[in-house]
């Protein structure tokens, strides 16, 4: 068990660290090509956040561990949602952007509704796989696009981070990293499911998704200590769409995901989780934004959800 332990451990320290190195090095380059910093935002940060998840959830689906690739998706995003921003929202409320309101929340509820029913059959397929991947390259564009609207306040960095031969050697090990890690998360998570008894999704809502979330989590409290808040809650939303469409998109096109027994909980909870959030925004109480009280609340939604998963 210590041992089992030991190296799930080691494997969620491999992937988030290969993860920013991933994503310092593929940075670097892209700015020393001219790419404009928003731009790198948008797509190599925001995907290379979500790495630990894609690289987790596509070695469980090879080898047929399809509850680890469920259960991650939708334990990641029950996290981000709940305990995330409720966290973040208990140190500072944090502001909700009008087009976080009008866009990417409703995206989020969306994407929850649309999981029910493609899940509803018992597993997630090659159509519907391409149906997410479809989702999320619309989803993508229109994050694009809505960031040239709105125009960089800052002037582009004249430090172009590392040079090209340690950004290529930061990339390489990322990915080495990123594949290692993945391994040992998913074979240690299936251990340790068979030695505590319990089934290989309640592992994978836990555990494996609070592990691979830290990227999201380090993103979140550091744009709530630079007082971006907007960055924060938008930076949680966004997981939870990428998350969605993206990554249950590539693993259910590797194989047929199957929807464990008891999902039916994680996908209610997941649902009402994305429409608490978006009453909370929308509401005259929050005045656009997730205050201390919305915050404790969130987070007690959290706990009663991990005791609901002991229980049952």
Do not use: W
Not at 53 to 76: K, Y
Not at 125 to 143: K, N
Not at 200 to 212: K, Y
């Amino acid at each position: 068990m210590i041992v089992t332990g030991a190296l799930f451990a080691l494997g969620i320290a491999l992937i988030v660290t290969g993860s920013y190195l991933l994503v310092d090095g593929a940075s670097s380059i892209a700015h020393r090509l001219g790419v404009r910093t928003l731009t790198i935002g948008l797509t190599v940060v925001s995907i290379g956040t979500a790495s630990p998840e894609i690289v987790v959830n596509a070695i469980a689906a090879v080898r047929g561990a399809t509850e680890v690739t469920f259960g991650n998706v939708l334990g990641s995003n029950i996290f981000n949602l709940l305990a995330v921003l409720g966290l973040t929202a208990v140190v500072r409320s944090l502001a909700v952007g009008s087009t976080t309101v009008r866009y990417e929340i409703p995206m989020c509820v969306a994407g929850a509704v649309a999981l029910i029913v493609i899940a509803v059959n018992g597993a997630i397929g090659t159509a519907a796989g391409i149906f997410l991947l479809v989702c999320f390259a619309a989803f993508l564009g229109y994050t694009i696009i809505s960031g040239r609207r709105t125009p960089e306040i800052v002037e582009e960095p004249k430090h172009l981070g590392l040079n090209p031969a340690l950004a290529i050697a930061a990339i390489i090990g990322g990915l080495a990293m990123l594949l290692y890690g993945g391994n040992l998360v998913v074979d240690s998570a299936v251990e340790l499911a068979e030695l505590l008894g319990v089934p290989q999704r309640v592992i994978a809502l836990t555990v494996v998704a609070i592990g691979t979330s830290l990227p999201e989590i380090a993103t979140s409290l550091m744009a709530l200590f630079r007082r971006q808040v907007d960055l924060a809650i938008g930076n949680a939303v966004g997981s939870c769409i990428v998350n969605v469409t993206l990554i249950l998109g590539l693993s259910s096109i590797i194989t047929p995901v199957q929807v464990p027994a008891g999902a039916t909980l994680d996908l209610a909870v997941y649902l009402i989780a994305s429409i608490v959030l978006l009453f909370f925004a929308i509401t005259p109480v929050g005045s656009g934004r997730l205050q201390r009280l919305e915050g404790v609340t969130l987070l007690v939604g959290y706990a009663g959800y991990l005791v609901a998963l002991v229980l049952m």
